[in-house]
């Protein structure tokens, strides 16, 4: 006898069931068409020409987010090129530029497709509404988010038995009731706006326009990675403050399609074959072993 | 800013397609070389056993093979002689006992003729003619030592009334064709022989009777079945 | 079949029990060097899982910011997840192809594989920072299904399942269950289809993760063809495994190892060595494809370009022609060599992907390397694993033939 039903079913079963974590991708390009009917990314435009370094936006955030406040009187920090971390979700950085000093600040750039949301398994990191990208605690630790992130913006508390992961959030909290981030709010010198990305970039372009020359003509995060909520217009090129550049336009999610593309496909064609084989090479030896003796 | 680099992939598709074919090229005396035996191996094995072509004795006479190993010589007036040849003894080794069908009972060409009794072990052989069974070597059955010492001549198994001997001769191989076969079966033979046969009559180790069993002492007959063809 | 009385049930019950409490006891002999060694490693790494779980991840290794992952997952999950490729490899000739060579080493290689990705997954479970929702995967309402690291959690997860179902007549057998075993020994073969299914995408995965830190790894290393790659590479790394794994069992179990098997053995060999020849063939002249498609050829002629070269040349090219060599002139020893250059270099590849080439402009004393408390777990891991494969093969049937009743099965 060929392959038996039990196991045809059997297999066939399991291949259905194991491909439905697969195409439920498909499902969600349904839901973000009905997401994007009712609000808009909002998003917060950089003027790295107007920010002075004062780092009022740093102490902003460490005091909405219960964090401790960063000594702005340490004219030291400074010096070094910092990276965000466990207690600070966002710093100003100094540069040395062919154009003077330039500061920049350093937060997560709410992607419009985050990689950290794609890599997320537990849908622990989630793009809303408003754009900001946030995590929560369903989070497992598992730490792909942060192998995933272009600009290696999560930060893993290691030295807790129960870590968090610690980023921008966008002040989400405040989005939602119709607030603005807090760093947002706090600049005194005006590099910071917060509003629809859509408008931002307008501004941002027409900044760059009418001002001629004190701009180079790019706004970062416009189309890098598919795009990013946090935009930045500079005087310098942006290798010079600290941007890497050699990210490309593809979103990360992308990056990731092909493969999961390729599931559903495996699981449905690889029981196939491998029955189909069974069977087949099953019959040859049947027939040499039942028709004994016959030449 | 991005950097824009100008990577002309319509050079690096060409390349590449052109990679692919020659590593499908190579791919095929690649295959061919993994799944055969290095020719240091047949050496081996030939030196192991001295003077292979000694192996299977072919004799003069001009004789009738069925690729079962089998063998028929016409002698006069429809009446066949047959048994079975120096290869299918050498494989089997020591042979206790023939069990034949019963005088005037008939035989078919490609069917089981008689089987062969080792320790245990049974294994047919397949009848080279068609025909009804007159006589059964008796002297085989009372000193079954004899059996194979004279696969040829003296240690005949049965000689059987073929009334279809023209077709059923046309059937079997003989003469240069015949010789083509056997030494076919001595390279498929080679080609199983392990590295183990080199050891073992290296470190002074004795052969054991039949080349069967020194292939698998345990599955032996199988690899003798499969050179009488019984499936 | 046989109706059994209640109260024959009864004592069938009471007698298992006591079978199984007398199989609990350690067979032969309890301190042998191996054993305190092995033990001592094992219990200090319990002491120091303990001593994570309490204290943090960041108390016992030395992952950083910059480097999110590191041997845990890079080594325990992703070389002993492709070293357990054999299990696919195995199955697919024997239940697929219906080859009988290697039916007496099948269930080892089970074994080994069911056992890989059990132990594993318990790597994964150290190294996760919020391990107590490592169900949210899988149960509940937020499946982050787009993740390719939720499809390998669960491929693990239903592979661990398809395995177990797959070795389980040997358990049956152990016990006595024969209605048990007869009706297991009937879902070998769909255990196997979907294994093989699983298997290919969750190896293919394991290099997909990487897909997302395009711009960390370094381009000669990083390409859409990586999830490829991982499947190619997964073949010749179990075969490896089953040579050198099988080597060791031959000799420390070789009393359970039936006369014939140990005649099979070497035509065995000669099989596995041709496999891994082929696949090997396929895969470097992949990697020769994919340098040529990305054009990195300036690349080659830094460090890090000689060392791909070390890995790919000197790690598979190499290893490759010796198994070419090996099953020719059937030489045990040159197929045993190259299946340790072999799983070096897989090593070594798994490696370089998701530590070494990873943010390779970072400076050597800002990169990674595993503390020595990592290293123990790993070890203490990895020790576990055998003793528990020991435990099994000495009780039940995985070498030494199943008892004559299964035979009779035969499925």
Same mark, same amino acid.
């Not at chain 2, 490609?110 to 080792?118: A, N």
């Not at chain 3, 594989?113 to 996760?128: C, H, S």
């Given at each position: 006898?060929?392959?038996?039903?039990?196991?045809?079913?059997?297999?066939?079963?399991?291949?259905?069931?194991?491909?439905?974590?697969?195409?439920?991708?498909?499902?969600?390009?349904?839901?973000?068409?009905?997401?994007?009917?009712?609000?808009?990314?909002?998003?917060?435009?950089?003027?790295?020409?107007?920010?002075?370094?004062?780092?009022?936006?740093?102490?902003?955030?460490?005091?909405?987010?219960?964090?401790?406040?960063?000594?702005?009187?340490?004219?030291?920090?400074?010096?070094?090129?910092?990276?965000?971390?466990?207690?600070?979700?966002?710093?100003?950085?100094?540069?040395?530029?062919?154009?003077?000093?330039?500061?920049?600040?350093?937060?997560?750039?709410?992607?419009?497709?985050?990689?950290?949301?794609?890599?997320?398994?537990?849908?622990?990191?989630?793009?809303?509404?408003?754009?900001?990208?946030?995590?929560?605690?369903?989070?497992?630790?598992?730490?792909?988010?942060?192998?995933?992130?272009?600009?290696?913006?999560?930060?893993?508390?290691?030295?807790?038995?129960?870590?968090?992961?610690?980023?921008?959030?966008?002040?989400?909290?405040?989005?939602?009731?119709?607030?603005?981030?807090?760093?947002?709010?706090?600049?005194?010198?005006?590099?910071?706006?917060?509003?629809?990305?859509?408008?931002?970039?307008?501004?941002?372009?027409?900044?760059?326009?009418?001002?001629?020359?004190?701009?180079?003509?790019?706004?970062?995060?416009?189309?890098?990675?598919?795009?990013?909520?946090?935009?930045?217009?500079?005087?310098?090129?942006?290798?010079?403050?600290?941007?890497?550049?050699?990210?490309?336009?593809?979103?990360?999610?992308?990056?990731?399609?092909?493969?999961?593309?390729?599931?559903?496909?495996?699981?449905?064609?690889?029981?196939?074959?491998?029955?189909?084989?069974?069977?087949?090479?099953?019959?040859?030896?049947?027939?040499?072993?039942?028709?004994?003796?016959?030449? | 800013?991005?950097?824009?680099?100008?990577?002309?992939?319509?050079?690096?598709?060409?390349?590449?397609?052109?990679?692919?074919?020659?590593?499908?090229?190579?791919?095929?005396?690649?295959?061919?070389?993994?799944?055969?035996?290095?020719?240091?191996?047949?050496?081996?094995?030939?030196?192991?056993?001295?003077?292979?072509?000694?192996?299977?004795?072919?004799?003069?006479?001009?004789?009738?093979?069925?690729?079962?190993?089998?063998?028929?010589?016409?002698?006069?007036?429809?009446?066949?002689?047959?048994?079975?040849?120096?290869?299918?003894?050498?494989?089997?080794?020591?042979?206790?006992?023939?069990?034949?069908?019963?005088?005037?009972?008939?035989?078919?060409?490609?069917?089981?003729?008689?089987?062969?009794?080792?320790?245990?072990?049974?294994?047919?052989?397949?009848?080279?003619?068609?025909?009804?069974?007159?006589?059964?070597?008796?002297?085989?059955?009372?000193?079954?030592?004899?059996?194979?010492?004279?696969?040829?001549?003296?240690?005949?198994?049965?000689?059987?009334?073929?009334?279809?001997?023209?077709?059923?001769?046309?059937?079997?191989?003989?003469?240069?064709?015949?010789?083509?076969?056997?030494?076919?079966?001595?390279?498929?033979?080679?080609?199983?022989?392990?590295?183990?046969?080199?050891?073992?009559?290296?470190?002074?180790?004795?052969?054991?009777?039949?080349?069967?069993?020194?292939?698998?002492?345990?599955?032996?007959?199988?690899?003798?079945?499969?050179?009488?063809?019984?499936? | 079949?046989?109706?059994?009385?209640?109260?024959?049930? =009864?004592?069938?019950?009471?007698?298992?029990?006591?079978?199984?409490?007398?199989?609990? =006891?350690? =067979?032969?002999?309890?301190?042998?060097?191996?054993?305190?060694?092995?033990?001592?490693?094992?219990?200090?790494?319990? !002491?120091?899982?303990?001593?994570?779980?309490?204290?943090?991840?960041?108390?016992?290794?030395?992952?950083?910011?910059?480097?999110?992952?590191?041997?845990? !997952?890079?080594?325990?999950?992703?070389?002993?997840?492709?070293?357990?490729?054999?299990?696919?490899?195995?199955?697919?000739?024997?239940?697929?192809?219906?080859?009988?060579?290697?039916?007496?080493?099948?269930?080892?290689?089970?074994?080994?594989?069911?056992?890989?990705?059990?132990?594993?997954?318990?790597?994964?479970?150290?190294?996760?920072?919020?391990?107590?929702?490592?169900?949210?995967?899988?149960?509940?309402?937020?499946?982050?299904?787009?993740?390719?690291?939720?499809?390998?959690?669960?491929?693990?997860?239903?592979?661990?399942?398809?395995?177990?179902?797959?070795?389980?007549?040997?358990?049956?057998?152990?016990?006595?269950?024969?209605?048990?075993?007869?009706?297991?020994?009937?879902?070998?073969?769909?255990?196997?289809?979907?294994?093989?299914?699983?298997?290919?995408?969750?190896?293919?995965?394991?290099?997909?993760?990487?897909?997302?830190?395009?711009?960390?790894?370094?381009?000669?290393?990083?390409?859409?063809? !990586?999830?490829?790659?991982?499947?190619?590479?997964?073949?010749?790394?179990?075969?490896?495994?089953?040579?050198?794994?099988?080597?060791?069992?031959?000799?420390?179990?070789?009393?359970?190892?039936?006369?014939?098997?140990?005649?099979?053995?070497?035509?065995?060999?000669?099989?596995?060595?041709?496999?891994?020849?082929?696949?090997?063939?396929?895969?470097?002249?992949?990697?020769?494809?994919?340098?040529?498609?990305?054009?990195?050829?300036?690349?080659?002629?830094?460090?890090?370009?000689?060392?791909?070269?070390?890995?790919?040349?000197?790690?598979?090219? !190499?290893?490759?022609?010796?198994?070419?060599?090996?099953?020719?002139?059937?030489?045990?020893?040159?197929?045993?060599?190259?299946?340790?250059?072999?799983?070096?270099?897989?090593?070594?590849?798994?490696?370089?992907?998701?530590?070494?080439?990873?943010?390779?402009?970072?400076?050597?004393?800002?990169?990674?390397?595993?503390?020595?408390?990592?290293?123990?777990?790993?070890?203490?891991?990895?020790?576990?694993?055998?003793?528990?494969?020991?435990?099994?093969?000495?009780?039940?049937?995985?070498?030494?033939?199943?008892?004559?009743?299964?035979?009779?099965?035969?499925?």
């Amino acid at each position: 006898m060929g392959i038996d039903r039990r196991t045809f079913l059997k297999g066939m079963g399991t291949g259905i069931a194991a491909a439905v974590p697969g195409s439920s991708l498909l499902l969600r390009k349904a839901e973000a068409k009905q997401i994007g009917a009712g609000k808009e990314f909002m998003g917060v435009l950089v003027d790295t020409t107007r920010c002075v370094g004062c780092r009022s936006c740093e102490i902003a955030c460490a005091e909405a987010h219960g964090m401790p406040v960063p000594d702005i009187g340490d004219t030291k920090a400074l010096d070094k090129i910092r990276p965000t971390s466990v207690t600070q979700w966002t710093v100003v950085n100094r540069y040395k530029t062919d154009k003077g000093e330039v500061f920049a600040k350093k937060q997560c750039m709410h992607c419009n497709q985050p990689g950290c949301v794609s890599a997320c398994l537990v849908k622990a990191m989630v793009k809303r509404e408003e754009g900001a990208v946030t995590w929560d605690t369903n989070c497992m630790g598992c730490r792909y988010c942060m192998v995933s992130c272009p600009f290696d913006i999560p930060k893993f508390e290691y030295n807790s038995a129960v870590p968090k992961i610690q980023k921008c959030s966008l002040c989400w909290e405040k989005l939602s009731k119709g607030g603005k981030p807090a760093c947002v709010e706090a600049c005194p010198a005006e590099a910071l706006t917060f509003g629809k990305r859509r408008d931002l970039i307008e501004e941002a372009n027409r900044k760059i326009y009418t001002e001629s020359g004190k701009y180079i003509s790019h706004i970062y995060g416009e189309r890098e990675v598919g795009g990013t909520g946090y935009l930045y217009i500079s005087a310098v090129p942006f290798e010079q403050i600290g941007f890497r550049t050699d990210l490309g336009t593809t979103s990360y999610p992308e990056l990731s399609k092909g493969f999961l593309y390729s599931v559903p496909i495996v699981l449905l064609l690889w029981p196939a074959f491998l029955i189909g084989v069974n069977t087949i090479t099953k019959r040859k030896n049947e027939v040499q072993h039942g028709e004994g003796g016959k030449r | 800013m991005e950097g824009f680099t100008y990577t002309d992939i319509f050079a690096t598709k060409g390349v590449e397609y052109l990679l692919v074919i020659s590593v499908l090229l190579l791919f095929i005396p690649f295959w061919r070389m993994v799944s055969r035996p290095a020719k240091a191996i047949y050496e081996a094995a030939e030196s192991v056993v001295p003077a292979i072509s000694e192996w299977f004795r072919l004799p003069e006479a001009k004789l009738y093979y069925h690729q079962g190993h089998s063998w028929a010589v016409p002698e006069s007036d429809n009446v066949v002689r047959v048994g079975m040849d120096d290869f299918a003894q050498k494989l089997v080794g020591k042979i206790d006992g023939i069990q034949f069908p019963r005088v005037g009972s008939q035989v078919t060409q490609g069917e089981k003729g008689w089987s062969l009794l080792t320790g245990s072990k049974s294994i047919d052989m397949l009848s080279p003619v068609d025909g009804k069974i007159l006589e059964i070597n008796e002297s085989l059955l009372s000193s079954p030592r004899t059996i194979g010492t004279d696969p040829y001549g003296q240690s005949w198994l049965m000689k059987v009334q073929a009334p279809k001997i023209t077709s059923n001769l046309k059937n079997l191989l003989s003469g240069s064709l015949a010789v083509k076969w056997m030494e076919g079966v001595r390279e498929s033979l080679l080609a199983r022989m392990n590295y183990k046969l080199g050891a073992v009559s290296q470190d002074g180790g004795v052969l054991v009777d039949g080349i069967a069993r020194n292939l698998d002492q345990e599955k032996w007959d199988e690899i003798a079945r499969e050179y009488f063809l019984i499936s | 079949m046989n109706t059994v009385s209640a109260l024959e049930e =009864k004592r069938q019950l009471k007698d298992m029990l006591a079978f199984i409490r007398s199989e609990l =006891k350690p =067979k032969g002999k309890l301190l042998t060097s191996f054993n305190v060694i092995s033990g001592s490693i094992i219990i200090l790494g319990a !002491i120091l899982i303990l001593y994570r779980l309490v204290r943090g991840i960041g108390a016992v290794t030395n992952l950083s910011q910059e480097f999110p992952w590191g041997i845990w !997952i890079g080594f325990d999950v992703m070389v002993g997840v492709a070293f357990a490729g054999g299990a696919y490899v195995l199955t697919f000739v024997v239940y697929i192809l219906h080859s009988d060579k290697y039916h007496s080493i099948i269930r080892a290689t089970v074994l080994n594989g069911l056992l890989a990705y059990v132990f594993y997954a318990g790597a994964i479970f150290l190294d996760l920072g919020r391990w107590w929702n490592i169900t949210n995967p899988l149960f509940g309402n937020k499946f982050g299904a787009n993740s390719v690291l939720f499809l390998i959690s669960w491929h693990f997860l239903l592979y661990m399942i398809a395995e177990f179902v797959e070795f389980s007549p040997a358990i049956a057998e152990w016990l006595g269950m024969r209605k048990l075993r007869k009706v297991l020994g009937s879902l070998t073969v769909g255990a196997v289809v979907v294994g093989i299914a699983l298997s290919t995408l969750h190896q293919a995965g394991l290099g997909a993760l990487f897909m997302m830190a395009k711009g960390k790894v370094h381009p000669l290393w990083y390409t859409e063809f !990586i999830p490829v790659l991982f499947f190619v590479s997964s073949i010749f790394a179990g075969l490896s495994m089953v040579i050198f794994e099988g080597a060791i069992s031959h000799r420390v179990f070789s009393d359970k190892i039936s006369h014939e098997d140990h005649a099979a053995y070497d035509d065995m060999l000669v099989g596995l060595s041709q496999g891994c020849a082929v696949a090997m063939f396929v895969y470097f002249f992949a990697q020769f494809l994919i340098l040529i498609h990305g054009w990195h050829w300036a690349l080659l002629n830094t460090t890090m370009g000689w060392w791909y070269l070390t890995e790919n040349v000197g790690l598979v090219a !190499i290893p490759c022609f010796m198994f070419l060599q090996g099953a020719r002139y059937k030489n045990q020893m040159l197929i045993r060599t190259a299946a340790i250059l072999t799983m070096v270099g897989i090593v070594i590849n798994r490696l370089n992907i998701s530590v070494i080439a990873f943010k390779w402009w970072i400076p050597f004393s800002e990169r990674y390397f595993p503390s020595w408390m990592e290293i123990v777990i790993t070890m203490a891991i990895i020790l576990t694993e055998v003793w528990v494969f020991r435990w099994i093969v000495n009780r039940m049937p995985v070498f030494g033939k199943p008892p004559a009743w299964a035979e009779e099965i035969h499925s």
